[in-house]
């Protein structure tokens, strides 16, 4: 735990180095998603989308996607940018340290300029949570949590199947990004809206609607299935195979040299 405090507080008073740039790039990075959340509703009014939709509920699904997305790349953007460490033969240095490898791949990087988009994130689960449900229950207030575990827990699982890849290519593939960006970006937006296979490869494959879509459903008493409470933990499983990717490809690795 003090390791991690230390990793912690010495990413922070790097960032704090240049505290204007850090200001900037706060309010930037929250801008930014604002935007993308200005792009969803100006999507919705064109197409008549509102009509059809609980602002609240899309509200809810765009913020629990980005809450999670956020999170995940302001603690774990050591497994984002894994890649980094292949090529500069830092890997190497950590494989000889007595310490965890996924502990050290956390430390080597955390980007506190996202700070402000889980703020932002959070600010509008929360908001939307409130006008959303009814009556709030122990098991919603649980879901909402689930909710917010099992997206990062599955963000976390792609970011490291991403990393397994650098083992390969060394540097990392823009399919990768395409997958998680590209996994929060449907995500946005209620799952009816996709065609039935799109909505099949996001449930069984990248099982990300479980982090939204089913769980809402609970929540403004569609259903009354407990399991549904949870259900986000479900990704898990990815995180699980994950690591053993993960671990399978560390196995193989053996320098990138000098």
């Not at 889980?118 to 908001?127: D, R």
């Not at 879509?213 to 407990?226: D, E, H, S």
Request: aromatic share 18%; glycine share 6%; charged share 15%.
């Amino acid at each position: 735990m003090e390791l991690i405090k230390n990793y912690l507080a010495n990413h922070l008073k790097v960032s704090l180095e240049y505290r204007l740039s850090f200001i900037l790039s706060l309010i930037s990075q929250g801008l930014y998603m604002l935007i993308e959340l200005f792009a969803v509703y100006a999507l919705f009014r064109k197409f008549n989308l509102l009509k059809m939709y609980n602002i609240n509920e899309v509200l809810l699904s765009f913020s629990a996607i980005w809450l999670s997305f956020s999170f995940c790349e302001l603690f774990f953007r050591g497994f984002d940018n894994f890649s980094k460490l292949i090529i500069k033969g830092d890997f190497d240095i950590l494989l000889i340290r007595p310490r965890s490898i996924y502990l050290q791949i956390f430390g080597s990087d955390v980007c506190y300029e996202k700070f402000s988009r889980v703020l932002t994130a959070l600010g509008l689960f929360l908001y939307s949570s409130i006008n959303l449900i009814d009556k709030f229950s122990l098991g919603k207030v649980l879901l909402l949590f689930n909710m917010f575990l099992g997206g990062v827990m599955l963000f976390l699982g792609l970011f490291i199947m991403g990393a397994t890849m650098c083992f390969y290519t060394i540097q990392g593939l823009e399919v990768v990004n395409i997958i998680t960006n590209g996994a929060k970006q449907f995500a946005e937006y209620p799952i009816r809206i996709y065609r039935r296979a799109l909505r099949l490869v996001f449930t069984f494959v990248i099982p990300i609607t479980i982090i939204n879509y089913y769980p809402i459903n609970y929540l403004i008493g569609k259903t009354n299935n407990l399991l549904y409470i949870f259900l986000p933990l479900v990704s898990f499983i990815v995180l699980f195979i994950g690591t053993k990717i993960f671990n399978f490809g560390m196995s193989k690795y053996y320098s990138t040299g000098s």
